[in-house]
């Protein structure tokens, strides 16, 4: 059985790829690698930016891994320009998976390339890995294993949050396990 921890962030000052994480974060970060601890991992696959290495680097450092970046882990780009009504943009955009805002990327087309990792992943040898993503990739993540994931669900998303899919052949199972 192949198991995904998929990782959300732990706080982070912003939203650019090199905000890094407030002092909380960086607490939130030595709590992962606790809750880790008794878990075995084989690889730990990161989002580029800043805030995702940095959430994860205590728990790579406790399993003597190296964070592997991914570019296929970023956080989706809602439009590079400024909308007061981010937040219903972001809504209509799980309503209609192919909406692409200016300079932005439609949640499709970040599912599919998350798609592409997974798909990766499923080929390979490791049992255990982490992935380490964003709130709205997140979201998509699921959604691929379980339609019903969502604008609802995105909302109820923790920093951090740890989601575990489970894979034995060709069936699968989503469980959240972060509590905090």
């Not at 790579?60 to 882990?73: F, H, N, P, V, W």
């Amino acid at each position: 059985m192949q198991k995904l921890y998929i990782v959300r962030h732990c706080k982070a000052e912003g939203q650019p790829p090199e905000a890094r994480l407030t002092e909380e974060g960086f607490n939130q970060a030595k709590e992962l690698a606790d809750f880790f601890t008794a878990i075995q991992i084989d690889r730990i696959i990161s989002s580029p930016f800043t805030r995702a290495q940095q959430s994860i680097e205590p728990t790579a450092r406790r399993k003597g891994l190296q964070i592997e970046t991914d570019d296929r882990l970023a956080e989706r780009i809602l439009s590079t320009e400024h909308h007061e009504d981010w937040l219903e943009k972001l809504r209509h955009s799980f309503d209609y998976m192919k909406m692409r805002l200016q300079g932005g990327e439609s949640n499709e087309e970040a599912m599919e390339r998350a798609e592409r990792l997974i798909i990766d992943l499923k080929e390979r040898t490791e049992q255990n890995i982490i992935l380490v993503t964003h709130g709205n990739l997140m979201t998509l993540l699921l959604k691929y294993f379980d339609d019903t994931y969502g604008f609802e669900e995105w909302k109820k998303l923790s920093n951090p949050d740890v989601f575990l899919v489970s894979f034995e052949d060709d069936a699968h199972e989503v469980e959240r396990l972060w509590e905090k």
